[in-house]
């Protein structure tokens, strides 16, 4: 597609004009700087430009593809009342401790600012109290003054306590066990784009898509998966997993940098994703957020039925449901063992149990770092078909 005409193009139909209008006037004459016509087709023409710019600049906030910046941020919000995610702080737990049991009970007070060696400070964001004779730690809940990806420290980045707690012990120290989390920059227009383009796929709540939506309009979350839990025979469960990631979890997941306590490391994130998704979950359906960055694992069963089954597929879906059900419900960072998958099976009705009933995969799937969670689905969960009708076969 031809760009807009600039300068040179619109002082050329000027000149080319000029000249097929008049006997006299000559291409050189026009083209020689400082000359009457000259001038009048330069001034004449850097007006063009400076009215073609500024329709052009209009014209490209009309249009999706076309906007950025500002324009991008008015169109999102003029149609669907998007706003751009904003630049989000750093959450983090603290743990406060002391050498020697705590002579007095004290409070440590929401706002006591923290700071780590690089200069990055955080602030409590709750009074929690300190017993008399403890020594900790006690968790508090902290998030970074400032906003961005620099701000999600590593364990044991916090090294000093910055404001005077009133009637805190000499020997009262703070750090924190877990990574920090969620701390981003402000949306790239091509992310803001990518959310956009689901605006009406996902604008109906209480479905998979608007929940995962919802979540992604957190500020600091990545990327957000949607797993609905399963019942027997692959029936609804009434409960929902929603898997998060932040950039700093997909940095760890990628170095495998193990953190201690995964669970909690991002709880703060979590929690925060679960309040923003009572405007998207259905009324009843409680989400479960966790953390973590997906792998789908696929396996492959090799079932033998006994001889009083009547419905083998009913049998068989059952034991997929289970399949789905132990994978979906562990933490991240635990394998897959095929041989404790087999032995889930025993209780099965109407399997001829013999410990091979995985056949695929063949030993333990171990996620590549503590972030990483194993889950799978129905359609991910298959019957060899030739393994199970030879297993019959045998069975019979």
Do not use: C
Not at 228 to 253: C, H, N
């Amino acid at each position: 597609m031809p760009d807009f005409p600039k300068f040179p193009d619109l002082f050329r139909v000027f000149r080319d004009e000029a000249v097929s209008r008049s006997t006299r006037l000559t291409v050189n004459a026009v083209d020689r700087d400082g000359s009457d016509s000259n001038i009048h087709g330069a001034a004449t023409a850097a007006i063009g430009e400076e009215v073609i710019g500024q329709l052009a600049s209009v014209e490209e906030g009309f249009w999706l593809d076309s906007a950025f910046g500002p324009k991008l941020d008015r169109w999102a919000w003029g149609r669907y009342q998007l706003l751009r995610k904003q630049a989000s702080a750093a959450v983090v737990f603290v743990q406060f401790s002391t050498t020697a049991a705590a002579p007095s009970a004290f409070t440590i007070p929401g706002g006591t600012r923290l700071s780590t060696s690089t200069g990055q400070e955080f602030l409590t964001l709750q009074s929690v109290p300190f017993p008399l004779g403890s020594v900790g730690p006690i968790q508090v809940i902290a998030r970074s003054t400032l906003a961005g990806r620099d701000q999600n420290i590593g364990s044991g980045a916090i090294t000093s306590i910055k404001s005077q707690i009133p009637g805190q012990p000499a020997d009262l120290v703070a750090t924190n066990a877990e990574a920090a989390a969620g701390g981003d920059g402000v949306e790239l227009d091509d992310d803001f784009k990518a959310r956009i383009i689901k605006f009406w796929t996902n604008v109906r709540r209480a479905t998979k898509g608007a929940i995962e939506q919802g979540a992604l309009g957190v500020p600091g979350v990545l990327r957000a998966t949607s797993i609905e839990g399963l019942q027997s025979f692959g029936y609804p469960s009434r409960a929902v997993t929603l898997i998060i990631a932040d950039r700093f979890t997909d940095a760890l997941v990628k170095q495998g940098v193990p953190v201690p306590s995964y669970d909690t490391k991002s709880q703060a994130l979590a929690q925060t994703v679960s309040q923003a998704l009572d405007e998207f979950r259905a009324d009843g359906i409680p989400v479960k957020v966790i953390v973590g960055q997906i792998r789908l694992v696929p396996v492959v069963l090799r079932l033998r039925f006994r001889a009083s089954v009547t419905n083998p597929d009913a049998i068989a879906l059952f034991a997929r449901t289970l399949i789905v059900q132990l994978m979906n419900g562990s933490n991240p960072g635990t394998p897959f063992v095929p041989a404790d998958a087999a032995e889930a099976l025993r209780s099965v009705a109407g399997i001829d149990f013999f410990g091979d009933e995985i056949a695929s995969p063949p030993g333990p799937i171990v996620p590549t770092s503590p972030y990483q969670v194993l889950r799978t689905n129905l359609a991910l969960v298959t019957t060899d078909s030739q393994a199970t009708l030879q297993a019959q076969a045998q069975s019979v």
